[in-house]
């Protein structure tokens, strides 16, 4: 049986409580499975939060970002979802296109594929080589980040857009506005709650007990937190399936996790977003 919690406030109080962490993934000499024991994401305690330091400490101001990411998704021959992976990439010193080897192993680095791992441990290992050739802690955080912007970011920019798309079809001929939903900001933020890129987190139980909403949970048990339904919680946001660019509340989207574990690049990945779509739309 599948542990699951939807409710904004189950969702909020999980990640915030010590009895429960990631799912780890154990050390290893090369590929995915390196790449995997060598990240934050993966890891527990003192190894999880140096590790999320170097992650940190990797990411560079959000501003130019932003300005980058514009510049780049005004060119045409751009794909939008590629421009975060790319824009980062450069950012952190990758002079060579990557977005295509992030784009591969992806699946496997959240462990949803099982398959075709040979190809997925090949785009590690150009990703390592197009960091120096070293398997240090520091490129599996470089590599973490470019992750981060594939999954998460680039499909905020593919949902913001296809909101724009949509309602720009139902606007008015002769009464078209640049931005026919909001400002790009809100519309991103809001586009977090509604669909976000990322529905799900998992937590493991570290110790057997009684929990409040899930019954007996024994260490080791995995807890399914339903991002997306917690999202749409009726106790937290008015007419939650309603599109609202303008709700006064969506600093309380779990989109980006809460607690210890609240995503570190938050400010990053926005930006990106934000610098893609302004591009876009920028073409016209």
Known sequence: MTLTLTRHADVTALLTDPRF?????????????????????????????????????????????????AARAADPRATPPDVPVTVLAAALG?????????ARMTPGYFGRVQTGLSEMDAAVEDLVAAFGGERTERVAAAIGLLVQAHEATAGLVTRALAVLRQKAATTEPGSRHPHPVGPIAAILAETLRYDPPVPTMRRECLVDHDHPRLGRVAAGEVVVLDLAAANRDPDVFTDPDRFDAGRPNLDQVLTFGSGPRACPGRDHALALALGTVEGVLSRG
């Open 21 to 69: 962490d990631v799912p780890t993934a154990p050390p290893a000499p090369h590929g995915l499975a390196w790449l995997r024991g060598a990240v934050s994401r993966f890891s527990r305690g003192d190894r999880h939060t140096h590790r999320r330091g170097l992650a940190t400490a990797l990411l560079p101001p959000a501003a130019p970002l932003r300005a980058a990411a």
């Open 94 to 102: 990758v002079r060579r296109p990557v977005h295509e080897q992030v």
